[in-house]
């Protein structure tokens, strides 16, 4: 039972209680009054009926009136059980039921005797000296004619009454108690029922703090209890719906931090580490775990970064700088600091933004290189086009034999130049993607029999014998022309990179076979037997420009270039290359590209 409960129990108890103490005790009183008045009653009745029963008016001589009334009195006693005096009208008492008459006083001024003269009946309640009690005298007048010639008087003990009145207060008492436990079974019930819905809504305020917004008040009466109940529907309802936008604003932020390329750490006013999603923990290091809590200058990060930090605070102004990270992993970061402000406060925090643009920087880097490498590839033979025609027109047109060998050099250097240029907007076009893909299903051994062909002259020239490996029934879908770009790239290499009388071969084997005889993939092996690549160079023969042997390679028409578009070629058919090479040996370009798109 709660204690709201109990109070009210309690003021209804002792609500219920006195007002029935108070009515109890007026009905006792009432009660009391009427059985006095009950016996005033039957004892006039009685009295009348002695007096209607007996000779009260008889004459004789005084001993002799007081012998007669006196046995009278005691007569009358014995079936009454009441004390009863006959009194002469002069006061002399002439009878008595309990004391002999003559040593009685005159009763004349007694009140009953005085009211009884007066009215015709009187009453009173007295201590007797005779009896020694309280008794409750009656008289009425004895009358002959109209003259009164003496009283008769009864009197009960007192005793009698008080004893019929206890009764009648025990009788009282008992009742009031069975009322009083009645009273107080219907006061808790009633304060029940007023402080169950209360209980109830307190359970459900209860669950409300605890966000179980889902409970409800049942439905109660109309009436400001109800209201209540019907208002705290309402306010847990807006709570519920309140609570699921912010959860679902929560999950929304939680998306966009948890896909964000971008690092996001959060710095609170207490200049404490608050926040930091997956991007943050990868570029810096540490986990969420590691550093949420942490003051950012115990975080253990870059000095400068600190730095920079601790200067936002200082300032509170938006910063943004490039930095190089050197943990987990080399990197080049831009960061953005943010102060954050609220409206209703100044300041609160600072919100940092990582950037990795290494990627960024390394591309600007490569481009920028690229831009100088052409225009050292363009200016070389440029120069030799532009010193022979120099020395051409300085005089040595005239000599004939000099001259066809200067204006041939003139026409190879011009020709590369071409091949040079070709090549370089080749690349830049595959790069940026700007050629769409055409893919269609080649019948492997007629495309590279006619593409070999190409080169067959050029590899008989220095007797290197070009041979042709591939099953019958091999297809692959892929775009012809640049497939045919790849193979002539690697075999001219091939060629170019082999002695005379060496050999270049191509192998075409189907891979990934599956239980129907089908192939997923296709491996293309270009090999020769020539002077091979060194270790060391393996990894950036793909690079652009990138050559072994500059001075060899430009003596054999290379751009530099060939490998770089056989990479990017290879790549847009989402396929893999790999070199292996030894040198004196050979080397052996392997292609694995997939056989469906
Ligand atoms: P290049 O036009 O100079 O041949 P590539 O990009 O085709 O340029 O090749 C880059 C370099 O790789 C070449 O300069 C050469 O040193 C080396 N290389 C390519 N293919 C071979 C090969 N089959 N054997 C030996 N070296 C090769």
Redesign the pocket.
């Known amino acids: 039972m709660t204690k709201f409960r109990a109070k009210l129990t309690l003021i209804l108890i002792l609500l219920i209680g006195c007002s029935m103490l108070i009515v109890g005790l007026f009905m006792a009183k009432v009660l009391e009054d009427s059985h006095i008045q009950a016996l005033e009653d039957n004892m006039e009745r009685e009295l009348k009926v002695i007096l209607a029963t007996g000779d009260w008016t008889r004459n004789g001589s005084d001993s002799e009136l007081m012998s007669y009334y006196t046995e009278q009195a005691k007569r009358i006693k014995a079936s009454t059980d009441s004390r009863l005096t006959y009194v002469r009208a002069d006061g002399r008492v002439l009878g008595d039921s309990d004391q002999s008459p003559e040593q009685m006083d005159n009763h004349l001024t007694r009140p009953e005797i005085v009211t009884a003269a007066a009215n015709g009946v009187g009453y009173t309640t007295r201590y007797s000296d005779t009896l020694k009690e309280n008794m409750l005298y009656a008289a009425i007048p004895v009358k002959k004619g109209e003259q009164i010639t003496g009283y008769i008087r009864l009197a009960m003990s007192l005793e009698q009454v008080d004893r019929s009145i206890l009764h009648l207060w025990y009788f009282l008492i008992s009742g009031l108690a069975i009322l009083f436990v009645i009273a107080g079974i219907v006061s808790y019930r009633i304060a029940k029922g007023i402080t169950r819905p209360i209980e109830k809504m307190t359970r459900v305020a209860k669950q409300i703090t605890n966000m179980n917004y889902e409970s409800r008040v049942p439905a109660y009466s109309n009436d400001e209890v109800g209201q209540l109940g019907q208002a705290i529907n309402r306010m847990s309802e807006s709570l519920q719906q309140q609570m699921a936008r912010i959860q679902e604003n929560e999950r929304r932020l939680q998306g966009v931090m948890e896909n964000m390329i971008s690092g996001i750490m959060m710095i609170d006013r207490e200049e404490r580490i608050v926040l930091l999603n997956p991007a943050g923990e990868d570029i810096l290091g540490f986990s969420a775990q590691e550093l949420l809590g942490k003051k950012y200058n115990e975080a253990k990060q870059q000095y400068e970064f600190t730095k920079l930090i601790q200067e936002c605070i200082e300032t509170r102004e938006p910063i943004s700088d490039e930095m190089i990270f050197y943990y987990p992993a080399e990197m080049i970061l831009e960061i953005n600091l943010i102060p954050i402000a609220h409206e209703d406060e100044e300041w609160s925090g600072v919100l940092v933004v990582l950037h990795d643009t290494t990627a960024v920087r390394r591309l600007e880097r490569m481009r920028s290189e690229f831009v100088a490498n052409v225009s050292h590839e363009l200016k070389t033979p440029i120069a030799a086009v532009k010193g022979f025609a120099e020395t051409l027109l300085a005089g040595a047109l005239n000599d004939k034999d000099t001259a066809v060998s200067f204006l041939q050099i003139i026409f190879d250097e011009s020709e590369r130049l071409n091949r040079l240029i070709g090549d370089i907007l080749e690349l830049s076009k595959i790069e940026s993607k700007r050629i769409p893909m055409h893919f269609s299903p080649i019948y492997m051994p007629e495309f590279l029999e006619k593409t070999v062909s190409v080169l067959r002259k050029e590899a008989e020239k220095k007797h290197i014998e070009l041979s042709l490996y591939v099953d019958e029934d091999i297809y692959i879908e892929a775009d012809e022309d640049r497939l045919r770009q790849i193979l002539i790239?690697l075999l001219s290499?091939?060629i170019?990179?082999?002695q005379d009388g060496g050999k270049v071969k191509v192998r075409v084997e189907p891979l990934e076979m599956n239980g129907d005889g089908d192939y997923e993939r296709l491996r293309i092996i270009v090999s020769?037997t020539?002077?091979?690549?060194p270790k060391k160079d393996l990894p950036r023969?793909f690079e652009r420009f990138?050559?072994?042997?500059k001075a060899?390679?430009r003596s054999?028409g290379?751009?530099?270039?060939?490998?770089?578009i056989v990479k990017h070629l290879v790549e847009l058919h989402k396929g893999t290359i790999r070199v292996d090479?030894e040198v004196g040996v050979g080397?052996k370009f392997t292609i694995e590209l997939p056989v469906i798109h």
């Open positions: 790239n290499n091939g170019n990179y082999t020769d020539g002077i091979g690549i023969i990138y050559r072994v042997d060899r390679s054999s290379g751009t530099g270039l060939g490998l770089s090479s080397t």
